[in-house]
């Protein structure tokens, strides 16, 4: 039955989504107000709750020898927290003016709705998967959740050959690429750009193309596919562009993804240019005042360009659902933006960016200075020294910093931190150059790598003014 919110003696919280976001939501609100002050219903339409998805292709890859190792919290735990989590169960509907949202049960097929006086919506991104010939064959996975994965660590038991094509090379594909690699793979990856990691500069790209090869990956950029084709048992056996056909025992979709928002929007929640829901700065998508939204389904500030983004990684769903968690549970929190960081590696290189691409700072009318330094990881005396490359924008006559990008080896990676830090602060390249950066030879030269960029970007926008 559906009580109203005057026959119920509490308030009844609804999650769509039992991941990241959601599931932070939900455990934050219960830390606040208890079972008698406020229910928890939780809706999660696949077989896992609380998981790492950034994880799945150091399990996939055997990095991570065991899939639990990934999972956070069980159902059972959040169910021993007082939270109703309903696994295999998909709201198919929202209906914003009754309060309540309609639910199905996935295994049986039943269906009913369920009312709210808060609602979070944390229903994720979904996997990009080109509409071709030939794309649902057996052999061809994406790997957006541990279903998935479970999906290709099976077909990878089965199949008996050892060629693999990885469609697409931002961080999901370059990631799959290793993966593949370290099972022993022929891995060749298909890339619509013209470098790899778009998420870089081309000419950053460009090195991570070099040593991508450098490990055996076979690199196509440049490159459409146009369908998958498959063999007499109706498995995928290779994959065509206009030019050619790459064969294929397995292929890994990594296309990247898009926010998982048809939901809200066939209830009439506002939706931005990106494809996520709007929100303020608590979270509370706009215009409705019991409706929270997190994770990779919404779209949030950029800090350095003031202009919405939709930046699916798990630090900021996490984030999301604290601060959702707090609101809905009484207190005030807020997601003030990001600057964009992420880090990635394949095999041995390690790959980094935080703030504007050049593009990026073209879009948003921003006129800047871009330099590039090589440096080491560590004293170049000192064993075990690396190799590094450094990116760094800042604005012309303020020299406030617009971002950064790193490839390197080892000790290149987490660099970007600095950066990211700098960034939020509104800091200067100049201001930079003065930061109180730990040193010892096993750790970095004498001037670290940033700090070397900065001081370049420094006279780059000095000659400028």
């Known amino acids: ?16 989504g039992g991941d990241a976001a959601g599931m932070s939501a ?3 609100a219960r830390r606040l107000r ?5 229910e928890i219903v939780a809706f999660e339409r696949s077989h896992f709750t609380s998981y790492s998805a950034c994880g799945i292709p150091y399990w996939v890859g055997g990095d991570v020898p065991d ?8 159902p059972e735990e959040h169910r021993a927290r007082d939270i109703d989590l309903r696994m295999r169960t998909e709201v198919v509907e929202i209906d914003v003016e009754g309060r309540r949202v309609r639910a199905r049960e996935l295994d049986t097929g039943d269906a009913y709705w369920t009312s709210y006086d808060k609602l979070v919506i944390a229903t994720g991104a979904r996997p990009i998967r080109p509409d071709l010939p030939g794309v649902d064959a057996p052999g ?4 957006q959740n541990l279903d998935d994965g479970q999906a290709l660590l099976d077909t990878l038991a089965a199949t008996g050959g050892r060629r693999a094509v990885v469609v697409g090379a931002g961080y999901i594909g370059v990631e799959m690429a290793e993966a593949l690699i370290n099972l022993g793979y022929e ?13 870089l500069d081309p000419d950053m790209g460009r090195l991570v193309h070099r040593a991508m090869e450098g490990m055996g990956i076979t690199m196509v950029d440049d490159a459409e596919v146009t369908k998958f084709l498959t063999g007499d048992d109706g498995r995928v056996r290779a994959v065509a562009t206009d030019d050619a056909e790459y064969p294929a025992d397995v292929v890994v979709l990594g296309i990247g993804v898009r926010p998982e928002t048809e939901l809200a929007r066939a209830a009439g929640l506002p939706v931005g240019d990106h494809g996520g829901l709007l929100t303020d700065l608590s979270m509370r998508v706009r215009g409705h005042d019991d409706i929270w939204a997190g994770g990779d389904c919404v779209e949030v500030l950029d800090l350095v360009s003031g202009r919405e983004r939709h930046i699916p990684l798990g630090t900021h769903a996490n984030k999301h659902g604290q601060v959702i968690g707090a609101n809905v549970g009484g207190g005030y929190a807020t997601f003030p933006g990001v600057v964009g960081t992420a880090v990635s590696k394949v095999c041995d290189l390690e790959i980094a960016r935080t703030g504007l691409r050049e593009k990026d700072a073209r879009r948003a009318g921003l006129k800047f200075v871009a330099v590039t330094i090589e440096s080491t990881s560590r004293a170049g005396y000192y064993p075990g020294a690396a190799p590094m490359t450094v990116k760094m924008l800042a604005e012309r006559r303020t020299g406030r910093l617009l971002g950064m990008q790193i490839v390197g080896r080892e000790g290149a990676g987490k660099r970007v931190d600095i950066a990211a830090v700098a960034l939020t602060a ?40």
Do not use: C
């Open 67 to 74: 899939r639990d190792r990934l999972i956070a919290r069980s």
């Open 140 to 143: 061809v996975h994406g790997v």
């Open 187 to 199: 891995v060749t990856v298909v890339n619509r750009g013209k470098e790899p990691m778009s998420t």
């Open 26 to 28: 939900a455990s934050q």
């Open 1 to 16: 039955m559906n009580m109203s919110r005057t026959e119920r003696s509490r308030e009844r919280l609804v999650v769509v």
């Open 34 to 38: 208890g079972p008698d002050e406020l």
């Open 426 to 465: 509104g800091m200067t390249v100049e201001q930079m150059t003065a930061l109180d950066l730990g040193y010892a030879p096993p750790f970095s030269p004498v001037w670290d790598p940033v700090l070397v960029a900065a001081r370049k970007a420094v006279t780059a926008v000095r000659s400028e003014t």
